[in-house]
């Protein structure tokens, strides 16, 4: 059974950071994309980091490129979304998601494809 697990949202301050984590289990995979959507209310569900097993490729939203980074721990088989200068904006539900593929899988992921394994989702608020 395949198991996604997110820890370390919270509550912070404009300007502040958080670190999220994302502890996968349960299957044995060549190739896929694993990383973050967001949740805010009134709002669709957006794409905000991802990262391609095959080869590394990154993908970051518009929104969030220069202030969050996605890292992977092969070892402990989890990403890690470290998250600065946060803005009110930022505030959401961040959901693991897990999509099998290679190459462009994170674009397609962020792109509406459906997704193999979704987390339970952590919160994030950031006050002004």
């Known amino acids: 059974q395949w198991r996604l697990v997110e820890s370390g949202g919270g509550l912070t301050q404009s300007g502040g950071s958080l670190r999220l984590t994302c502890a996968a289990s349960g299957f044995i995979l060549d190739a896929y994309g694993i990383g973050w959507f967001r949740q805010v209310p009134g709002k669709e569900r957006e794409g905000v980091s991802c990262?391609?097993?095959?080869?590394?490729?990154?993908y970051y939203a518009e929104a969030v490129k220069g202030r969050f980074a996605i890292s992977r721990d092969i070892a402990a088989n989890s990403v890690s979304l470290q998250m600065d200068s946060l803005k009110p904006e930022d505030t959401g539900v961040y959901t693991c998601a897990l999509r099998r593929g290679a190459g462009a899988v994170c674009d397609d992921m962020v792109e509406g494809a459906p997704v193999d394994a979704w987390g339970r989702g952590t919160q994030v608020t950031v006050s002004s």
């Open positions: 990262v391609s097993t095959s080869d590394g490729g990154l």
